[in-house]
């Protein structure tokens, strides 16, 4: 009896070892996944040499692997004439890249190919001497991260109306503001420049100016606004944070401080 009571711990030890085995194995190939991904691109594309030119770089400086498939099949992004960010033309196409799901190597990538870093890798490609891909002319909406819906025309139109008697909102208006307010440009450099704009209202000096239609209460009788008020609805509020999204953050050298 004692010898089986034995023999059953050894075994139930023995089981538990292996179990904790198992349990030890199972994430491994989710964590070497992350270091690999799949790219469909057309054939147009993948021909083209610039894939060919800019994965090795990527995986040299990530170690993430990018395995180039068909367009069409099974990846987690995809660079096509279709659907997603602009992030380069030529050979015929302006590029948009899509990512599916949110795999680390390929948010990474993504990440990657729009830094500037990945861009003049992308125009640094040449054949014979020649540039072949360029940047697209429209910098689009980022489909990374927060995605801003608003009409970017609109948007920079209301922004020029009303925000650029003060703000340098594009270089149209550089020369007649006010230099000491920041430019939409500077502001756009800000980590949560989104949060800033959907808020301005709220944030001086704009309170003692602004309105909102059905968000601000009005003004004080008492307390008029000192200089000619602005008004924007929520739509154009939400136009011009689409049309900010599209800035190229000013290139400051060093990051600037938060105020
Ligand atoms: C009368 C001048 C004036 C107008 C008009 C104006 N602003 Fe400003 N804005 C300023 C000044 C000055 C600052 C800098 C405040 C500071 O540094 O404390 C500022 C700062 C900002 C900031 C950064 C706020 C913060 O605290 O981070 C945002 C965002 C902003 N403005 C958006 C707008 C938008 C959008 C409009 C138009 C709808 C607009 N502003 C119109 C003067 C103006």
């Known amino acids: 009896m004692r010898l089986f009571t034995h023999l059953c711990n050894r075994l139930s030890r023995i089981a538990m070892l292996w179990l904790a085995v198992l349990v030890w194995l199972l994430p491994a190939p989710a964590r070497a996944d992350d270091k690999r991904f799949r790219l469909s691109a057309p054939a147009a594309l993948s021909q083209s040499g610039l894939l060919q030119h800019i994965i090795p770089r990527f995986a040299l400086k990530t170690g993430v692997r990018v395995e180039i498939v068909q367009d069409g099949m099974e990846a987690e992004i995809a660079l096509g004439p279709q659907a997603g960010r ?6 015929g196409a302006v590029w948009r890249l899509r990512v599916d799901g949110t795999h680390p190597g390929a948010v990474r990538f993504a990440d990657w190919l729009t830094s500037e870093i990945g861009q003049r890798t992308v125009t640094s490609y040449e054949v014979a001497g020649v540039a072949v891909f360029s940047l697209p002319d ?3 909406v980022a489909e990374i991260g927060p995605v801003f819906e608003g009409d970017v025309v609109l948007g920079k139109q209301v922004a020029l109306a009303r925000c650029g008697r ?22 756009r450099t800000f980590a949560d420049w989104d949060v800033r704009f959907q808020s301005f209202y709220a944030l001086k000096p704009h309170p003692a100016f602004t309105q909102v239609a059905g968000v601000t209460q009005p003004f004080a009788q008492n307390l008029p606004p000192p200089i000619a008020p602005i008004e924007v609805t929520l739509e154009e509020l939400e136009a011009i944070i689409a049309y900010v999204a599209g800035l190229t953050p000013a290139d400051l050298g060093a990051p600037i401080q938060v105020q």
């Open 86 to 91: 602009a992030v380069f033309e030529g050979a």
């Open 138 to 140: 429209v910098v689009d």
């Open 166 to 187: 003060c703000h340098a909102v594009s270089p149209e208006n550089q020369m007649t503001t006010i230099g000491s307010t920041p430019s939409f440009a500077v502001l």
